[in-house]
T-cell receptor, first 115, second 111 residues
């Protein structure tokens, strides 16, 4: 069964450094998402992406964050100048259609630790 | 309550018993979806129920939706130790794209 994959599974970085989290969505899906989950808290929406542009973003997704689909398979989340409070699990998801009625399939997540 | 808020926050039952988790939401929805998360892992989609549906089954899972009360329930029958996980309901607001997740119910099934 097709699945969303994410790399790395765990990323440790120093405060102020830039990190890139990578995702490979399910191949025939057109909509891509990033969510994050701070330890012990709710899963929070960051951004959705369709047709090579951001379609929706939350207040969390400020200028520190950016997303890109550099080729036909990868979808990346870049965090510039990381802060301690960026430590969280970051989940990528994809769906065939916009979520008016469609299921989002989640990857296993990348655990980001900012020291 | 918040959009997509589950209760109870934690539930502990014996293997073989049924587990019922509830979700309440505040605004109109197109559908409501339930996800499971094993500790430290990703979210696994369980079931989707549309706003015009009242009940849906999938294996040992039964989901109900009451749009008049803005609530949904997830029933797991004949629970197993492997069902131990956190369960989240997720809603999409008014044709938007992003999921709003509740804080989840932590289910522990004791052997």
């Amino acid at each position: 069964e097709p699945e969303v994959t994410q790399t790395p599974s765990h990323q440790v970085t120093q405060m102020g450094q830039e990190v890139i989290l990578r995702c490979v969505p399910i191949s025939n899906h057109l909509y891509f998402y990033w969510y994050r989950q701070i330890l012990g808290q709710k899963v929070e929406f960051l951004v959705s992406f369709y047709n090579n542009e951001i379609s929706e973003k939350s207040e969390i997704f400020d200028d520190q964050f950016s997303v890109e689909r550099p080729d036909g398979s990868n979808f990346t989340l870049k965090i510039r100048s990381t802060k301690l409070e960026d430590s969280a699990m970051y989940f990528c998801a994809s769906s065939e259609r916009a979520t008016g009625g469609d299921t989002q399939y989640f990857g296993p997540g990348t655990r980001l630790t900012v020291l | 309550s918040q959009q997509g808020e589950e209760d109870p926050q934690a539930l502990s039952i014996q293997e073989g018993e049924n587990a019922t988790m509830n979700c309440s939401y505040k605004t109109s929805i197109n559908n409501l979806q339930w996800y499971r998360q094993n500790s430290g892992r990703g979210l696994v989609h369980l079931i989707l129920i549309r706003s015009n549906e009242r009940e849906k089954h999938s294996g040992r899972l039964r989901v109900t939706l009451d749009t008049s009360k803005k609530s949904s329930s997830l029933l797991i029958t004949a629970s197993r130790a492997a069902d131990t996980a956190s369960y989240f309901c997720a809603t999409v607001l008014n044709y938007g794209q992003n999921f709003v997740f509740g804080p989840g119910t932590r289910l522990s099934v004791l052997p």
